[in-house]
């Protein structure tokens, strides 16, 4: 049984498998095994991975079951004891995976590790240093367009991982569940990280685990972005953020919405705003698919109100 197990969902990106797997090939920690979970690719991509990777164990899904789906039948397959998460389009510095197994040995108590991740053509500016999540509801990454000059060289506490570079502990996904396939893409890895926030554990920034990442390459931009952010921003906030803390700060949340909603009004004429609309409302009647969740989550809940107020981020937007 190895000691990690990597997950690729991969939907037609075969001009992208050379950067990342040859990536994992140099890694200097060998003890992992890769998974490459295929959402039904048309481009060959199953072909020239058997011929030009073969220790990579491919899962043919078939269809499109977005990330969510992709990254859930890899889980499922998966006999690691540290579970990662890594797009496609990324190349892994070799001393990645090393750098996140330590800091999981050194820390029992941390269940999710977020990388460095850096510009893929632009290696001196960051996409993110971990996530982080406003008391308002709204989430982003952590430092994301900023040269890199050693603001972010500290390993710390974070609240989110970004799911394009992440890793968890299988013994606390064992306890909160691995991804909810009700996102199907975006804020899923969000999600995640609030309910290993609320179930106590703790989620770490690893900045020697460093990631380069070809920023939208492999999709997930335009007008589906814009839906499932629109949507799955409420997702989060139905499912995970405590009823104490919504009495507090809901005038806060309904503001941010409007503002989303504002901007996509006087953008109307995109196809993006419009979708961005779209989400929203969904992401309203979907109240009532989260509910049954969010008793769940929160009957289990182990951490303060002042605990995790201390992990989320201010309003005004500073990290």
């Not at 890895?189 to 179930?199: G, I």
């Not at 931009?221 to 499932?228: A, E």
Request: glycine share 10%.
């Amino acid at each position: 049984m190895p000691t990690a197990s990597i997950i690729i969902p991969h939907w037609n990106g075969k001009q992208h498998l050379d950067d990342c797997l040859t990536a994992l090939r140099r890694q200097t920690f060998t003890d992992f095994e890769v998974i490459l979970a295929d959402n039904g690719s048309s481009d060959g991509s199953q072909d020239y991975l058997r011929q030009h990777y073969p220790e990579v164990r491919l899962l043919e899904l078939g269809h499109n079951r977005g990330f969510t789906g992709a990254c859930n039948a890899g889980y499922a397959a998966a006999t690691g004891n540290i579970i990662l998460l890594l797009n496609n389009d990324t190349a892994a510095d070799p001393g990645w995976l090393a750098a996140i197994v330590d800091a999981f040995a050194r820390h029992p108590k941390v269940g999710v590790i977020a990388s460095k991740i850096l510009l893929f053509d632009r290696r001196d500016h960051f996409h993110t240093a971990g996530d982080y999540y406003r008391l308002d509801g709204i989430p982003g990454n952590r430092g994301v367009w900023q040269p890199d000059q050693g603001q972010y060289d500290r390993e710390e506490p974070v609240f989110s991982a970004c799911g394009g570079a992440a890793a968890y502990r299988r013994a606390m996904l064992a306890e909160i569940g691995f991804l909810d396939d009700d996102f199907y893409f975006s804020c899923e890895d969000v999600d995640l990280s609030w309910r290993a926030q609320l179930a106590g554990w703790q989620v770490l920034y690893v900045p020697t685990a460093v990631v380069y990442h070809k920023l939208k390459a492999s999709g997930g931009g335009g007008v589906s972005s814009s839906y499932y952010d629109g949507r799955n921003f409420l997702y989060v906030i139905w499912k995970n953020y405590p009823g104490s803390l919504l009495r507090r700060h809901w005038p806060h949340i309904m503001r941010a919405q409007l503002r989303i909603s504002w901007a996509a009004l006087r953008a109307w004429r995109g196809a993006a705003a419009r979708a961005r609309l779209r989400g929203q409302l969904a992401g309203l009647w979907g109240i009532r698919r989260m509910w049954p969740k969010r008793r769940q989550i929160q009957a289990s809940r182990r951490l303060s109100d002042d605990s995790l107020t201390a992990r989320l981020s201010p309003i005004d937007g500073r990290e």
